[in-house]
């Protein structure tokens, strides 16, 4: 949030001249944009635009025709016959050039939405796949709040205000190529009259981001009071501590500012707009009197003067149109340069071997006996220290392995690394001999199946909270077998009995018909969902946190028999045949740790024990004193 308005500075500085060296950079990456979203609606655009303008000079030039004929010495019912042909054409003109300007909005509107889809895919394909520890570092979060707030909203705009300096833009040439035809002297007149326009214009909107700028922190502070009254999560507490006259109270203080800092620009940018209208009517007098005095003096004949009155109103309302957008155009390009800049950044750290491109992708064997952490070193980004220091792990197929140690010991990051979430700094991950950085990211986790410490209560129905989405042999009104054995593995089976709709019930209360789940319920569907997923390494971090003490002692008995489930001779489903899956335990309730193979203590990044629970009890270690402390507290021995 600190950078959400990061560009204040940039646009206050901005002047005139720094918008005339920049907007052709953008209009550019604007057409970019367009071409890419839909060619034949940006080309529509433009053509129909292009064609509109010509009917404007058209119907400019035809008027002269007509006043002529108005203007003549002959007798009124003949200078209105004469006239009815010029007539004619200003009446076609008009027509089509509204015909024209329509298609081109038309156009223009279908573009707005594609553009969208097209930015907002670019961003989320890029966020979904790169590096986890991209969303560890603070400067990366900063930007992509920035490219997903402002500057997501700032591409159709930037397209929008594009196509609006191109109308400005062909509006003036017409008129200004119609008052060329007419007479030379026309045309620097209508610019004389664009200078009070365009000043105005600027100053407005530099007040506008200076408002936006004094605002920064008063805005902030209401979107976090207003997301405090409104969202269900918060609403229990603002009840039982009754807080609500006091949040009220503070965002009217902040609401009432802001309404000052408001009501005090919109008198200032009155005042600006008035002193512009006066500037531009006094320009406008000005080219009056010259039209005037030519006409006096002879040098244009009456009926080229009332077109060129004409010519300089159509060319002020695009004058004004140009420069609104020229502005706008030039300050949504700097927001959309901020989307471009982070979808570059994040696209460059999507690690290689995830591109689909990649020349030199290795490939995990089908079936591996161990998995081997060697000498692993990582720190997260920004950490001054490291999380893991010199780690090293040698897990057999089939093996159940539990990590063991206080709270910020490594635990989870070790896993994760495990995993293939994040790569070590230093050091070596592979599974069957093969690195882990040799092969595709994607490989590995769909290897995987995790029960995370902190997982996702997923606003979707109870069977998609279990198969994310890959269900299997699901035949018509039958439930997918293999789900439902992951369900009743994890005690889901009881929870989803208790909906009303069974595994179709939405699992979010914010939708009708949505149910709310306890914490203990929410849990059991994590741990089915990692149960479901046949995957040859499972990792339990925390599964039984959230759990009741019967529900408990059964998942780590499964956890157990989980193990072994695939060892059956001749291979499961196709696969050939396997040791059985492997597990790899996190969890601070030790009882259920001694009957792991192997037992690995952690402590402050570093393995300081590891063995079999009879072998570190007798060590009389961290571990044994961890364990004494729990038994102890039980009463038993
Ligand atoms: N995303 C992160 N960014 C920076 N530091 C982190 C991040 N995640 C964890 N850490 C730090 O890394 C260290 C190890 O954390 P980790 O979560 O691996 O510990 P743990 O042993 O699993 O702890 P617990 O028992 O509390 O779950 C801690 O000091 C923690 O502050």
Same mark, same amino acid.
């Given at each position: ?284 007098? *000005?080219?009056?009197?010259?039209? =005037? !005095?030519? /006409? ?8 080229? &003067?009332?077109? @060129? #009155? ?116 230093? *050091?070596?991950?592979?599974?069957? =001999? !093969?690195? /882990? ?8 986790? &769909?290897?995987? @199946? #995790? ?122 489903? =196709? ?63």
């Amino acid at each position: 949030m600190t950078n959400w308005h990061a560009r204040d500075k940039e646009l206050t500085e901005t002047g005139m001249s720094t918008i005339a060296r920049r907007l052709p950079a953008v209009i550019l990456q604007a057409a970019g944009l367009a071409w890419r979203a839909s060619r034949r609606d940006a080309l529509v655009t433009v053509c129909l635009n292009l064609a509109a303008g010509v009917f404007t000079a058209f119907w400019l030039l035809a008027t002269t025709g007509v006043l002529s004929a108005l203007f003549s010495s002959a007798p009124t019912p003949s200078r209105v016959r004469d006239a009815l042909p010029a007539l004619a054409l200003v009446a076609g003109a008009v027509a089509l050039r509204a015909g024209l300007q329509a298609g081109a909005g038309w156009a223009q509107a279908r573009l707005e939405p594609q553009v969208e889809r097209l930015v907002e895919l670019r961003l989320y394909e890029a966020t979904t796949a790169v590096d986890l520890t991209a969303l560890d570092d603070s400067d990366f979060l900063d930007d992509l709040k920035r490219a997903e707030g402002r500057g997501l909203m700032s591409a159709p705009l930037v397209v929008q205000h594009a196509v609006d300096v191109l109308t400005g833009t062909i509006g003036m040439v017409a008129a200004a190529g119609t008052l060329g035809v007419l007479h030379p002297l026309l045309l620097p007149l209508l610019l004389f009259t664009a200078v009070p326009e365009g000043w105005a214009s600027v100053r407005s909107a530099r007040m506008r981001y200076l408002m936006m700028l004094s605002l920064v922190g008063v805005t902030r502070r209401k979107w976090i009071l207003s997301d405090l009254m409104v969202e269900r999560s918060h609403a229990a507490e603002v009840r039982s501590f009754t807080m609500r006259d006091f949040l009220l109270r503070q965002y009217d203080g902040a609401a009432s500012y802001q309404r000052r800092v408001e009501l005090d620009v919109a008198r200032r940018q009155a005042i600006v707009k008035v002193t512009g209208d006066m500037l531009k009517g006094v320009a406008t007098a *000005g080219v009056y009197v010259a039209l =005037g !005095v030519m /006409l006096w003096k002879g040098a244009m004949p009456l009926a080229v &003067a009332g077109t @060129a #009155v004409l010519a300089i109103r159509t060319g002020q309302t695009s004058l004004a149109t140009l420069v609104y957008a020229v502005n706008r155009c030039y300050e949504e390009g700097l927001y959309f340069g901020d989307y471009v800049s982070f979808c570059v950044a994040a696209e460059e750290r999507v690690p290689p071997r995830a591109l689909p491109s990649a020349k030199e992708r290795g490939r995990l064997p089908d079936d591996f006996a161990r998995i081997d952490v060697e000498d692993v070193t990582f720190t997260y980004p920004g950490s001054e220290e490291p999380s893991l220091n010199g780690v090293s792990l040698h897990v057999r197929q089939g093996e159940v392995i539990a990590l063991v140690g206080e709270n910020g010991s490594g635990k989870t990051t070790l896993a994760k690394i495990m995993a293939g979430l994040y790569d070590p700094d230093s *050091g070596l991950v592979s599974w069957g =001999g !093969v690195p /882990l950085t040799e092969v595709p990211p994607q490989d590995v986790w &769909a290897n995987v @199946a #995790v029960i995370a410490q902190e997982y996702t209560h997923w606003p979707m129905t109870a069977r998609q909270n279990v198969t994310m989405g890959h269900d299997r042999d699901r035949a018509a009104g039958q439930e997918d077998p293999a789900m439902l054995a992951a369900a009743r593995a994890s005690g889901a089976d009881e929870v989803v009995d208790g909906l009303s709709r069974g595994y179709d019930t939405l699992l979010d209360r914010r939708f009708k018909g949505g149910a709310e789940l306890s914490g203990g319920q929410w849990q059991r569907l994590a741990v089915a969902r990692g149960f479901f997923r046949d995957a040859p390494l499972l990792i339990c971090d925390e599964p039984t946190a959230a759990l009741d003490a019967r529900a408990e002692h059964h998942l780590f008995e499964r956890i157990r028999t989980h193990a072994d489930a695939r060892a059956v001779p001749g291979g499961v489903g =196709g696969r050939p045949p396997t040791g059985g899956r492997t597990v790899l335990l996190i969890t601070h309730r030790l009882a259920s740790v001694r009957y792991a193979d192997r037992i690995y203590v952690l402590e402050h990044g570093k393995v300081i024990e590891e063995g079999d629970h009879t072998a570190l009890m007798a060590c009389g270690g961290l571990y044994a004193d961890l364990y004494s402390l729990q038994a102890a507290a039980y009463g038993a021995t």
